[in-house]
């Protein structure tokens, strides 16, 4: 419906997720792609989970864009 109950708490969210990857080679230098490379799928399932877990599983789409013409959705069954 793209409703967003909280965006203050939605942001929150993904700036806490994304900070341990700042500044850092993702495949080289962080524990969520020791086992798998960092493509535009592998990122979107990594930040769900940790979204969603600060989020109360709350999450129902996420969507990263990487250029204009590609994308990758992860949606809540």
């Keep these: 419906s793209g ?3 909280d965006l203050a708490a939605f ?3 993904i700036e806490e997720s994304l900070r341990p990857w ?3 080679h993702l495949d080289l230098e962080t524990e969520d792609f ?3 490379p960092s493509t535009g799928e592998n990122i979107v399932r990594a930040l769900w989970s940790k979204i969603d877990n600060r989020l109360d599983h ?3 789409r996420l969507r990263l864009w990487e250029t204009a ?8 069954m």
């Design 11 to 13: 942001k929150k969210a």
């Design 34 to 36: 020791r086992d798998a």
């Design 69 to 76: 013409n590609n994308r990758f959705t992860l949606r809540r």
């Design 3 to 5: 409703t967003l109950r």
């Design 58 to 60: 709350q999450l129902v």
């Design 22 to 24: 700042q500044d850092r």
